[in-house]
């Protein structure tokens, strides 16, 4: 079965939704870098910490990670900065 979306790997990074993780504190050089980033299709990338294998086995009703799938995790004050550049659906 196709499945209803797929991520299109021809995407470009258009714009960081937020701050960056210098200016949030959540960085100490560039090694350590969360992020946000509207794609040029208007796909979103989270640059996070992998902790899939931790939540894997831990996860809530009704919440599914395909085999392609990684969950990351990135600091709140992050996706709070970026709340300003998420349109209203």
């Known amino acids: 079965m196709a499945r209803r979306w797929e991520a299109d790997p021809s ?6 939704l937020g701050k960056s993780a210098a200016e949030l504190d959540n960085s100490k050089d560039e ?16 640059i996070g910490r992998d902790l899939t294998d931790h939540y894997r086995w831990n996860l809530p009703g009704g919440v599914n990670l395909g085999p392609d799938e990684r969950l990351v995790v990135i600091p709140g ?7 300003a550049d998420i349109p209203d659906a």
């Open 77 to 83: 004050n992050m996706l709070s900065a970026a709340k």
């Open 31 to 46: 090694d350590e870098c969360p992020d946000i980033w509207q794609l040029s299709n208007g796909d979103v990338a989270v």
């Open 11 to 16: 995407a470009f990074f258009v714009k960081r």
